[in-house]
């Protein structure tokens, strides 16, 4: 199963080129409020998240990128965008407390069923963060593929585990 979203974040994004993300998450908080968070790979409950992303257009202020889950976390996304200081926005539970007012710019752009189907539609969004042309799907084949040019390993990622 292959999942690409479309995310406009907080910032200028500092790659040009696909990059693997990888973070070590686990779920905090009271039950209805969790968050997932960062954590070192043995910290208890702490599950490794990878997904690639690639920039679709870089501005000053926000940038949009194309992000292809690897796996799936509760909030992958979201989490392992605001660890880098590239938040969601819209995002209040993860960035600024102030972009709960505004509507989450992240949204399903690609499905690839395990049979080859695939089911794609461009976000409804307008004005100066729409998406009027459908991105190539990213170059990686499904989550535990070894072909590729971005096999998921320490070495590729932006962000190594934490010691």
Not at 1 to 9: A, F, G, N, R, S
């Amino acid at each position: 199963l292959v999942k690409e979203y479309v995310v406009w974040v907080r910032g200028r994004w500092p790659h040009a080129e696909t990059r693997l993300l990888r973070h070590y998450l686990r779920k905090e908080g009271r039950l209805g409020q969790e968050k997932m968070h960062t954590a070192a790979p043995d910290a208890h409950g702490a599950r490794e998240a990878l997904c690639l992303a690639r920039p679709l257009r870089i501005g000053q202020e926000e940038s949009l990128v194309q992000v292809r889950l690897l796996t799936g976390r509760t909030h992958q996304i979201r989490a392992q965008l605001a660890a880098l200081d590239h938040p969601v926005l819209g995002d209040g539970k993860y960035g600024p407390a102030a972009e709960r007012s505004r509507p989450l710019l992240l949204h399903a752009l690609r499905l690839v069923l395990p049979d080859g189907r695939a089911f794609a539609c461009l976000p409804p969004w307008t004005g100066p963060h729409a998406l009027t042309q459908m991105p190539d799907p990213l170059p990686y084949g499904p989550a535990g593929a070894s072909e590729g040019p971005f096999p998921p390993d320490k070495n590729r990622a932006i962000n190594p585990p934490l010691q």
